[in-house]
């Protein structure tokens, strides 16, 4: 028996996981004090009235024998497809449904894909990164190369054709600077992966949050995408699902590499692996998509985009420069004095009792930054930012 010792590669604890531990400790010495949790990107608001109604509806069908549903398709059942097709129509995205493969979330599909490419692939991620893109490949024993994110280049690094890569990971807006690409940059993308036969896989789970003109919501907006991209969605931010567990992925039918379908392939590993999401959650997440639903998730989304707007006012107000915020949840903001992000954590922790993110948990560019999202209550967002400027405020 042998283990798989690319596990002894990773550092011993999730990012997330540390930090919680870290919280914890404190709060278990401190009882008294009330710690304001800007951190992890897990929503406050309640699910959508439409979604809940929907999914009372299920639950009463699945309680009848006549409405019953056992086993069901383990790409997703057609009605939910549909109305994620629907969904990309007004973007000028034409997808079949045999394109759409519905899942329990993003970050699953992300790492699961993985599955379908041999592991003597070199795997370009920017750094910083979202963790999972690294450990997955670790876990893998894939080769990793990095493109610089940084202050100068916006945080959107650009194609090298100096990079050999065979697989691209992109986020966009990105997790965790907040930055996001235009339709023009991803061509550039697109045009480089489609001539070194790269696979770019496009992670649009904070889609949502887009509101400049110019940029993208999806890859398929660029002409060639569908050759070269595999798209991963999430309804986890769009629409509160973070606890409900419902996503997507898109694999075209175009995108082949060495005459092979990418697409089969992928049905083929989903049909064996993966059993599907529940039909109630299917139900609700159709309901997200409906007239009614949309206009209930953008009230939700819109108290995040102020809450982003709250933290961007108060960096603005205190000279502290910082990325996001405009079209994403996250807000990626220098560590005031100082260079270890780490270090930054403590200090915001003991000091004002607010938490968040080390940039130097995304990768060796993050240091020297600090994640905070948008997703705490308003209440507790404007109790955070007045503690920003009384410790930082001269």
């Not at 965790?176 to 697109?190: D, F, H, I, M």
């Not at 060495?258 to 109630?280: A, D, E, H, M, P």
């Not at 139900?283 to 809450?307: H, I, P, S, W």
């Not at 993110?357 to 905070?372: A, D, H």
Request: proline share 4%.
């Amino acid at each position: 028996m042998k283990l798989n010792h690319n596990y002894l590669k990773l550092n011993e604890s999730y990012l997330f996981s540390t930090i919680a531990k870290k919280v914890a400790a404190y709060t278990e010495a401190h009882p008294d004090k009330k710690v304001l949790r800007m951190g992890i990107g897990d929503v406050t608001l309640p699910l959508a009235p439409a979604v809940v109604s929907a999914m009372k509806r299920a639950a009463d069908e699945m309680g009848v024998k006549e409405t019953f549903r056992g086993y069901g398709p383990e790409q997703g059942y057609p009605f939910l497809k549909k109305a994620i097709a629907d969904y990309y129509k007004p973007r000028g995205v034409l997808l079949e449904e045999d394109e759409i493969f519905v899942s329990d979330g993003a970050k699953s599909d992300v790492g699961n894909i993985l599955d379908i490419f041999d592991t003597d692939n070199t795997v370009l991620v920017p750094d910083p990164v979202y963790p999972v893109y690294v450990d997955t490949n670790v876990m893998a024993g894939r080769k990793i190369v990095y493109a610089d994110a940084t202050a100068e280049n916006g945080f959107l690094p650009m194609p090298d054709e100096h990079t050999k890569a065979d697989l691209i990971y992109i986020c966009s807006p990105n997790n965790p600077t907040g930055a996001a690409y235009s339709r023009e940059q991803l061509a550039e993308w697109v045009n480089y992966a489609n001539r070194c036969g790269a696979v770019i896989l496009y992670d649009a789970a904070y889609e949502a949050f887009v509101s400049e003109e110019g940029l993208a919501r999806s890859i398929y907006e660029v002409d060639g995408a569908k050759e070269c991209a595999i798209e991963f969605c999430s309804l986890s931010k769009t629409a509160g699902f973070t606890g409900t567990r419902c996503g997507y992925t898109i694999v075209p039918r175009e995108l082949e590499r060495g005459g092979v379908s990418l697409n089969k392939l992928w049905l083929r590993r989903q049909t064996t692996k993966f059993n599907g999401v529940s039909y109630i959650v299917q139900r609700g997440a159709e309901a997200v998509f409906t007239k009614e639903g949309m206009a209930q998730v953008q009230e939700n989304l819109a108290v995040y985009r102020r809450n982003a707007a709250v933290l961007a006012a108060c960096l603005d107000g205190l000279g502290i420069r910082y990325t996001g915020g405009k079209n994403s949840p996250y807000i990626w903001m220098e560590c005031p004095g100082f260079s270890d992000s780490w270090a930054f954590f403590d200090h915001l922790l003991a000091k004002a009792n607010v938490v968040g993110t080390p940039g130097g948990g995304f990768g060796k560019n993050g240091e020297g930054y600090f994640r905070l999202t948008a997703f705490a209550d308003e209440t507790a967002t404007k109790e955070a930012a007045e503690r920003l400027k009384t410790l930082f405020g001269k």
